[in-house]
C-alpha cells in the first residue's frame, strides 16, 4: 500500500511565478490536509478537504493561496504570484473517513518550494 | 484553542545517555488525542505514538517511552541510551475536540554525539 505522495519534491520559482504542489492521499484515504513548515518552525495547519469539498480552510493566508481536492485526481495546493516568504515545506497528510478518533494523519515526504 | 509548548529547543547529548524531551499542551476540550513526530535530516515525518486523554498509561516502545500526565498537562518523551541515528527534530502535536487538524509544537532539535 503506498504511503502519501507529494510532487515535486523540490520546486524553485521567481518572484511572480505561480506554484502547483500536489498530494495523492494513501489509497482509501477521502481526507487531505495541507500544512507549512517555515525554516526552524514547526508545522502550521493550512486547509483541510474532502474530495470536492473545504472543510476548514482557517490557516491559508487570505490572498494567492487555494486549494481543491478533485473527485479525481490529487489534490492541489497553488500559490499564485509567490514571494520569499512563501519558501517553506508544505506538508501533505491523509486519514481515512470515520470516526475521526479511529486514525492517525499519514504525511507525505513534502514538497521544498524555494523562491528566488 | 489549543496550543503545544516544547520549551527545549535544542538538546545535545553522547550516545548512550538518556534523553527526556518535554511537551506541554493546553486544550479545554476533555477528549483529546497527544502524537510525536520524528523529523530527521532528510525532512520527512515519522509517526511515532498517539494517545487518547483517556489513556494515561505510560508506554513502552523498545528504547522510546512516553510519560503522560494529565494533572501538569504534559506528553513527555525518553529516549534510553541513545544513538546517533536518533539525530533529528522531534514534534509533540495536539488533536483536540472535533478538530481533524493538528496543532503542532515548535519541535525539539536532538543531536546525539557519537
Known amino acids: 500500500n503506498a504511503g502519501v505522495m507529494q510532487n515535486p519534491r523540490h520546486l524553485v520559482r521567481r518572484r511572480g511565478q505561480e506554484a502547483r504542489l500536489r498530494c495523492s492521499p494513501m489509497?482509501?484515504?477521502?481526507?487531505v490536509y495541507w500544512y507549512r513548515q517555515l525554516p526552524e518552525e514547526g508545522l502550521k495547519f493550512m486547509v483541510y478537504?474532502?474530495?470536492?469539498?473545504?472543510?476548514?480552510e482557517s490557516g491559508m493566508p487570505k490572498e494567492r493561496f487555494s486549494a481543491e481536492f478533485p473527485k479525481e485526481g490529487p489534490s492541489i495546493l497553488r500559490i499564485q504570484q509567490v514571494v520569499r516568504g512563501d519558501s517553506a515545506a508544505y506538508f501533505c497528510?491523509?486519514?481515512?473517513?470515520?470516526?475521526?478518533?479511529?486514525?492517525?494523519?499519514?504525511f507525505g515526504p513534502g514538497t521544498r518550494l524555494t523562491v528566488t | 484553542a489549543q496550543k503545544v509548548t516544547q520549551a527545549q529547543t535544542e538538546i545535545s547529548v553522547v550516545e548512550k545517555e538518556d534523553v527526556t524531551l518535554d511537551c506541554v499542551y493546553e486544550?479545554?476540550?476533555?477528549?483529546?488525542?497527544l502524537f510525536w513526530y520524528k523529523q530527521p535530516p532528510s525532512g520527512e515525518l515519522v509517526f511515532l505514538i498517539r494517545?487518547?486523554?483517556?489513556?494515561?498509561q505510560n508506554e513502552i516502545s523498545g528504547r522510546y517511552s512516553w510519560n503522560f500526565q494529565k494533572s501538569t498537562s504534559s506528553f513527555n518523551f525518553t529516549i534510553t541510551a541513545s544513538q546517533v541515528v536518533d539525530s533529528a527534530v522531534y514534534f509533540c502535536?495536539?488533536?483536540?475536540?472535533?478538530?481533524?487538524?493538528?496543532?503542532f509544537g515548535s519541535g525539539t532539535q536532538l543531536t546525539v554525539l557519537p
Open positions: 497528510a491523509s486519514s481515512p473517513s470515520g470516526l475521526a478518533e479511529n486514525y492517525e494523519q499519514y
Open positions: 489509497k482509501g484515504h477521502s481526507h
Open positions: 478537504l474532502q474530495k470536492e469539498n473545504i472543510i476548514d
Open positions: 486544550t479545554r476540550d476533555t477528549t483529546y488525542y
Open positions: 494517545r487518547n486523554s483517556f489513556d494515561e
Open positions: 502535536a495536539l488533536r483536540s475536540g472535533s478538530a481533524r487538524q493538528l496543532t
